[in-house]
Each structure stands twice: as C-alpha cells, then as structure tokens.
C-alpha cells in the first residue's frame, strides 16, 4: 500500500489507478494481462466465492425451499442496484457494513479468546504445523484478508484531503483488519477443532455454533452477509471504475467507460455483477473448489502486486525529482523486499504438489490467451506500440474525455 500511495502521488487522481501507472511505466501489452488477469480475474473470484460461502451459510441457517445459490443473486442485485446509484451511495453502504462487520468479528472474537461462549471449549495445540514451508504456504492464503486496500485510489478524487486521507486510511485498514483476524483465530482456536475447520465450506459458521450454539451461527450468518457485501461492493464499484479508466485509454472497449446519469460507469457494474453471479454458481457448496480458487485469484492478485513495485522502481529511476506528497522510505528495499516475497508466495502457493501445479498451469494458460489478445487489440485498436510506455503526461491528459475523440477522428484509434 505503500508503493500504491507512492503512485497515486505521482500521478493523482488517475480513474483507472494501477492500470494507468503500469501503462506509464511498463507499457500497454503487460497493462492489459496484468489488469484484466491480475484484476478482473482475481477480483472477480474473490467476491464470487465471498458470495458462495454466504449462500451456503444462509442455507444452513435458514432452510428456506430455496437452492443456496438465491442468496448469491439477491445479494449481487441489492448490491448491483446501490452501486448504480454512485459513489455517495457505495460510501454509505460500505461505510455501515465496514463498521458491522469489524464489530461484529472483534466481539466474536473477544468471547472466544477468553472462554466466555456459553458452548463446550476445546484444548487443541495452537500450531498445527509449524513447519517453515507450510507456514509460508499459508501466508499466500493469509493473503487473502489483506488484498483491496488499494480500491481507495480510484475514487480519490472523490476524497476530502485526498493526499493524507487515502494513504493513512489504507494503513490503518489493513492494521485493524490485522488485530481482527488475529483476535478470531484464539477464539477458533479454543472453541472449534482444526480439524473440523479444514473440511467446512463455511468455517464461521462452525466457531458460532460450538461458541454461542444457535444464536452464535445466526450471528455469524450475518457476519457473512455483511462481508459479502463489503466485499462485492467494493469489488463492484473499484473494477467499474477501473474499467472506465481503462476505457479512456482505449485499453478497454468504451462501452466501460460511458456513465450513467449518476456519473456511474453502468457498463462495468452489469458486467462485473453478473460475472461474480457467474464464479459464485461455480463454487457453491463446494470447499475443495473455494479453496482452489482463492489460490488461482490469490496468483492473479500477487502478479499484479509484483508490477506495481516495478512501476514504482521505474519511476523512481526515470522521474528520480518529480513532485510526490508520499514516498515510501528507505529507497528501493521495501519495493524489492515485497517483490521477492510475492514470487515465493506464488512458488510456495499450496503444499499440494498436484494442486500447486494445477494452478501454475491453469494461471499461465490464462496469461497466454491474455498476451495474445492484448497484442491483437494494441495494434488493431490503439496502433501505438506494443511494449513501449506511455510518457505520464499523455496518460494523465487521457483523463479528458476529448483525449479518446480527438485520436478518433485523427484515426489514430480505432
């Protein structure tokens, strides 16, 4: 997040955040994989099986006539229908579910920690394995909880006092997010066996009931509600808005960048919606293939991490004195130290072999298609060329919306 706020100093109040400062710093063809693999793919895994462990919470709480999968759609059009309504109304949402949700899990948590759950409690180790492997192949999972911090850069010129408010709110984010979850891991730990947990496709759900028995899986049903809709807002309305900075570019067909009368991107939020509706159907009920798949997103997401510490060391070597409000400190270690620790998540992705291969397989098959149809859609679409970057000021200029009419009737875009 650091290297994020770094960037968004650099080049302020770009709609399409990442996208824009690797098209700056790398060029246009590892824009186009990275931000829709990278972003839309991870992205959009994420919030589908946010959405699949809802439903199947729902279902297990309610027993309502319903197939699970009703819960996902009801959720992605309530949420569907307050992102078209602007980012006045994505605050407030987010705003309420933020401070739900938190609550919600440090009470849960606390009760746990000390014992106070009016279920039996367990003794268990705290570590189930503490080998170094295992433990760093955890941390790719782990590193789930902390990804989306950065959804704040495209809306900060939205932000009051958008210099000091956008860096400061996503380090205090990923701290609380941090003393949360760690909090609810001693309270699992003393009221849920391990081994329960790692076959459940709604490991929640399990802690609320050995805590508090039915009232406590009520309530965790409506934790899971709660981060459903924190997550797929978000997802909703950051990718929408990347998409629509994309599309100034011409990276992305202007069907995502064209707003509706609440200035939204429309487009991108059917899109978006219907695409998690789509993840979540596959992964429903499931814990092998939600498991499966936060570890291929998981991939996605790292490689995009990886390129923006890479935007940030080129811009230091190339615009070494431009104007920045933040800079991360200590040079050029932290970037590399988070570039090296992000390949050896991804190499140490799962302690399966088999798995860990699959995913490998299945991430670079989809790299390929995406380098092939960003080389296609570069030179039909943009005629510029393939790897060569784009200088910052044409990139912060494209944020007018006469950039893309302008190179149109030239004929330079198509």
Request: net charge positive; with cysteine.
């Amino acid at each position: 997040m650091a290297t994020m706020s770094e960037l968004n100093a650099l080049m302020p109040n770009v709609t399409g955040g990442l996208a824009q400062y690797t098209l700056a710093g790398v060029g246009p063809v590892p824009t186009i994989v990275l931000m829709v693999g990278g972003y839309m793919i991870s992205n959009i895994l994420s919030s589908g099986v946010e959405a699949s462990i809802f439903a199947y919470a729902m279902g297990q709480v309610l027993h309502l006539p319903v197939p699970n999968f009703f819960w996902s759609v009801l959720a992605s059009v309530v949420i569907l229908i307050a992102n078209l309504y602007g980012v006045d109304m994505f605050a407030k949402v987010q705003d309420l579910v933020s401070y739900l949700l938190l609550g919600s899990m440090l009470i849960m948590g606390l009760l746990g920690v000390f014992r106070l759950g009016t279920g039996t409690a367990v003794n268990q180790p705290a570590v189930m394995n503490g080998s170094f492997n295992n433990v760093v192949s955890m941390t790719a999972v782990a590193f789930w909880l902390f990804i989306g911090a950065e959804y704040a850069i495209p809306i900060s010129k939205d932000v009051k006092n958008a210099r000091r408010n956008v860096p400061l709110g996503m380090f205090i984010g990923l701290g609380l997010i941090c003393a949360v979850q760690s909090v609810m891991v001693l309270g699992f730990h003393n009221y849920t066996a391990w081994s329960d947990l790692e076959h459940s496709a709604a490991p929640h759900l399990l802690y609320g009931e050995a805590l508090l028995g039915s009232p406590g899986q009520i309530w965790m049903a409506f934790v899971a509600a709660l981060a459903v809709i924190s997550t797929q807002n978000s997802t909703v309305q950051g990718l929408s808005s990347i998409f629509a900075g994309m599309a100034k570019t011409n990276l992305m067909p202007q069907a995502f960048g064209k707003l509706n009368r609440h200035r939204v991107p429309a487009f991108g939020v059917w899109f978006v919606t219907l695409t998690i509706i789509l993840c979540a159907y596959i992964s429903q009920d499931s814990s092998d293939r939600i498991s499966f798949l936060i570890l291929v997103g998981s991939v996605f997401w790292m490689a995009s991490y990886i390129m923006a510490h890479i935007d940030l060391l080129i811009f230091r070597h190339r615009l070494p004195k431009a104007p920045r409000t933040f800079r991360v400190p200590f040079g050029p270690v932290l970037p590399v130290i988070g570039i090296c620790g992000t390949v050896y998540m991804i190499l140490h992705i799962s302690t399966d072999p088999v798995e860990r291969n699959q995913i490998w397989l299945l991430t670079a098959v989809i790299f390929a298609i995406l380098f092939v149809y960003s080389v296609i859609w570069i030179r039909v679409k943009m005629r510029i060329p393939v790897f060569r970057p784009v200088p910052v000021k044409d990139v912060l200029a494209m944020e007018n919306t006469m950039y893309y009419q302008i190179r149109k009737r030239k004929g330079i875009w198509k």
